[in-house]
Structures are given as structure tokens and as C-alpha cells.
């Protein structure tokens, strides 16, 4: 069956510091990955897309990288600040289909 | 308006009541997604309309579940009967794309979280 899995365990860094997170997939061949973030009691705010053509993608202090070899996708964030505390989520589009397919998320706390 | 709204922000229905929803997506954006989000788990596709067409429904989990979006603009997600399982955050998004989102940002609402007692 088809799955997304994120970091199981939460991330706590030091402000300044790298939060790296993880999206393993199995069972897609999707075509866009994409990244949202989510804060207590809000909805997912859309941070980055990548296609499958595309290894990497930055936007400011982010970068996503994606290996379809692998199945996963990185999402890195530098520079760390205590504002980027929150939870991440990745998303993958199903082929052939108007839906996109969400991790469980990993919450990410920054420590100042 | 700015964004996605959702109404209400808070739902509390005992067992067996009906209850509805409300999204009115950002002005232009074809389609439109309901989402069913679990505590600590990702949101969980429900339905899908683009305009005033409703495409997929394939996520609905029973047939207490219906939406509506008549004019193609607000929607409506409407439970019947609703159960304990039922309790969740209901989000709403939209996106101008009407290939559905894939390669465009879905704007998302800040949802309702509904409470079964």
C-alpha cells in the first residue's frame, strides 16, 4: 500500500543550527513534492514545490531536495530561529488524480 | 477576503445531530478540497470539487458524509448522524488551478475543529 512517512520523533535545535526533515515514500511515483507548514490551531501554509525533474529547491533559509531513486525528500532549514517552530508536512500528488497525499508531519522546536 | 474562511471555527454536537460546515475559498480559485485532519496526523483528502463540479468524493468515509458547492464558490461539508469518530479538524483549500492543486499551492483555511460528545 501506498505511504508517507516522516521523522517519527520530534525536532528540538539550537537556535542557529540546521533542522533537517525527512519524507520517505513508498508505492508513488509522484510527480510534485511539496512542503506546508502548520501551526497550533491553523491550517498548512504552503512553503515550497519540487518537481521530479528537479534535485534541489531554496527559498530564503530553506532548501528541499528530492531523489527518486531513494524515495525521499529533504527539507532542510538554516539558520534556525525560534520562529520556525512548528510542524512540518510533506505532501505528494498522486499521478493520474486530483489529490495530494500528506505525511503525519514532524514538529520541529527551536531553542533560542 | 484575504484568504480561505471557515465557519464555525468551533463545533461541540452530541451523537446523532447534523451538523454543517462552511467554506468560502479565496474569489477565482477553481478548485476546491476538503480535508479531515486527525490529532497529530496529516490531513486526509475527503472530497474534491472544481467549480461547482464535485470530481472526486472517494475520501468521504460514509455515506453520512455529503458536500455541496452549488454555485462554485462557497462550500458546505455536511455530516449526518454524527459520531464520536467523526471528531476531527474539517479543513477547506483552494487553488486557482483547476488541475487540482497539484502544481499550484493549495491556500488552506484554519478549519473547524468539531467535537462529538
Known amino acids: 500500500s501506498q505511504k508517507i512517512e516522516q521523522n517519527s520523533e520530534a525536532l528540538n535545535i539550537q537556535e542557529g543550527k540546521t533542522a533537517t526533515l525527512t519524507c520517505n515514500y513508498t508505492?508513488?511515483?509522484?510527480?510534485?513534492l511539496q512542503w506546508y507548514r502548520q501551526d497550533p490551531g491553523r491550517g498548512p501554509v504552503f512553503l515550497l514545490l519540487?518537481?521530479?525533474?528537479?534535485k534541489e529547491k531554496r527559498k530564503e533559509r530553506l532548501k528541499v531536495t528530492f531523489d527518486t531513486t531513494l524515495k525521499q525528500s529533504l527539507f532542510h532549514i538554516t539558520a534556525s530561529q525560534p520562529a520556525d517552530s512548528a510542524t512540518y508536512l510533506c505532501?505528494?500528488?498522486?499521478?493520474?488524480?486530483?489529490?495530494?497525499?500528506f505525511g503525519a508531519g514532524t514538529t520541529v522546536t527551536v531553542r533560542a | 477576503g484575504a484568504g480561505v474562511s471557515q465557519s464555525p471555527r468551533y463545533k461541540v454536537a452530541k451523537r446523532g445531530q447534523d451538523v454543517a460546515l462552511r467554506c468560502d475559498p479565496i474569489?477565482?480559485?477553481?478548485?476546491l478540497f476538503w480535508y479531515q485532519q486527525a490529532l497529530g496526523q496529516g490531513p486526509e483528502f475527503l472530497t474534491y470539487?472544481?467549480?461547482?463540479?464535485?470530481?472526486?468524493k472517494s475520501g468521504l468515509p460514509s455515506d453520512r458524509f455529503f458536500a455541496e458547492r452549488p454555485e462554485g464558490s462557497v462550500s458546505t461539508l455536511k455530516i449526518q448522524r454524527t459520531q464520536q469518530e467523526d471528531s476531527a479538524v474539517y479543513l477547506c483549500?483552494?487553488?486557482?488551478?483547476?488541475?487540482?492543486?497539484?502544481?499550484?499551492?493549495?491556500?488552506f483555511g484554519p478549519g473547524t475543529r468539531l467535537t462529538v460528545l
Open positions: 483549500a483552494s487553488s486557482f488551478d483547476p488541475s487540482g492543486g497539484r502544481t499550484d499551492t493549495q491556500y
Open positions: 508505492n508513488y511515483s509522484p510527480a510534485y
Open positions: 519540487i518537481r521530479e525533474n528537479e
Open positions: 505532501a505528494l500528488d498522486r499521478s493520474n488524480d486530483y489529490k495530494l497525499s
Open positions: 474569489s477565482g480559485h477553481v478548485s
Open positions: 470539487f472544481q467549480n461547482e463540479a464535485q470530481l472526486d
